[in-house]
């Protein structure tokens, strides 16, 4: 396990990262979105050293974004399937992804998405459950939560 | 600069993680979309070295994510403001934080979102920009985009 990397910080984006943030997990759960279960899946895509990818698979084992399935016997092989808690992550890795086409991708998206739902190219939007209108950026307000959140107040004079 | 991260990537998520994917940077932009924009109201949020937090900043700036402004000419002063390369940042720390309330917190979501436009509690859901459906875990198919990216399978024996 990690040490604590945010441990000042009572905050839903510290705690994901910290379960999440360190380096090759996110394009671990990127290939297993993709379909990759299997350690020689990861290893081909990623082409990381080996302990570094067992460690991290390890830890998303015991965070419960990956389940270890036994699907063979002799000799033994497992492989590593996204759980619920891991599938929920797909959200990060869209937004992500749909920030880096838009601003670091020079020659055009290297993957395109598409819906599989409706066959069409997926701009994913956010919109908010309860309106059904588009999030607009700094159209969100914070405000102190249940779990004992601080809000954060920087309106100084040098603010607009 | 960073060396390149993921140098073997040819992914728009990668990409994107070697601009905010540093330690403490995705909580700078946090603080920076609730308002902070002086170096002190960054300081006193995340409680991080004084040398580390200017090499954050200055790289967002050379990124083209924060703008510095001179606030104050005697002495001088300035402020970082969110470009808005920076602000099309806010998704990714949408899903960050939605994941965080929903698995990383047990007494509850630190802090709450509010949709002002509308005046509700946010709970941002990811839609298909044209059938306007939300899309569901695993909804999502990707292929070879014009950015030259190599589509990963992994589809095994072993497989589902």
Chains 1, 2 share one sequence.
Request: contains cysteine; charged residues 25%.
């Amino acid at each position: 396990m990690l040490p604590n990397t945010y441990d000042s910080q009572n905050c839903s984006i510290a705690r994901t990262l910290e379960v999440i943030g360190e380096r090759w997990t996110p394009l671990i759960l990127r290939d297993a979105i993709l379909g990759a279960r299997r350690f020689e899946d990861f290893h081909s895509s990623l082409g990381i050293a080996r302990n570094v990818l067992s460690a991290r698979l390890s830890r998303l084992v015991d965070e419960g974004i990956l389940e270890r399935r036994r699907y063979q016997d002799r000799p033994a092989r497992e492989e590593y399937v996204l759980t619920d808690k891991g599938r929920a992550l797909e959200p990060v890795l869209l937004a992500l992804l749909t920030w880096g086409d838009r601003f670091a991708a020079p020659d055009g998206p290297p993957t395109l998405l598409m819906h599989e739902a409706c066959g069409h190219r997926l701009e994913a939007d956010l919109v908010c459950g309860h309106c059904g209108e588009p999030v607009q950026p700094g159209g969100v307000v914070f405000e102190p939560g249940p779990g004992g959140g601080t809000p954060l107040a920087f309106r100084g004079p040098g603010a607009s």
